[in-house]
C-alpha cells in the first residue's frame, strides 16, 4: 500500500515536471528491487568519477563486450539510448532478458549492476535536451 502511495505521488510529480519541460535528464530514480529513491543529479564529471562512473564504466566493460556493434555472441547492438528510463528500469528489475538468465550477469555485484541501471536511466532514450544546464557543464 505504501509503495503504491509512493508511486502514485512520483508519477503525479513526474506528470507535471514532463509537462514543464518534456527533455530533461531525470534526477531520481525509483528501484523497485531495493525500494529505494535513488539520487543521479550528477554533473558529467561525477559520472566519469567513483563510483558513479562506475555505471558507465561496467556497461562498456560488461554489457557492451557482447552488445557491440558486431558481435559473434549473437546480441543486438546496445547503446544507452536503446530505451527510455522507463524500459531500461524494468530490464534491471525483471532480469527477464536470456542473458540475465543464463548467468552472463553474475560478473556483476547488485551494487554495480545498481549503478548500470542508474546511469542508463538517466541516460536513456529522450533524455538529452540541448537546452539543459546540464549538457554544456
Ligand atoms: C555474454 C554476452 C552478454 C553479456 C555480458 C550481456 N548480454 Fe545482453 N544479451 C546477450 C545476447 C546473446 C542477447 C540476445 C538473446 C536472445 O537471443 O534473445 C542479449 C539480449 C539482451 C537484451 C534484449 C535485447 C533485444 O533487443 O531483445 C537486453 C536489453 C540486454 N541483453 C541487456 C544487457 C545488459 C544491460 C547487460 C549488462 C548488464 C548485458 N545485456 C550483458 C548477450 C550478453
Redesign the pocket.
Known sequence: MKSMIIVCVLAIISLFCFSADAHARPTERLDQRTQMCRLIARTPLDWESEPWGTGGR??RE??K???SRENE????F?HTE??TSAAWNR??FKRR????RNG??DV?SEEE?LL?NDY?YRNGAWTYDPNDADSCG
Open positions: 561496467k556497461f560488461v554489457c563486450s557482447c552488445h555472441s549473437g546480441a543486438p546496445l536503446s530505451y530490464i534491471f532478458k536470456k542473458c540475465a552472463s550477469w556483476l549492476l548500470i542508463l
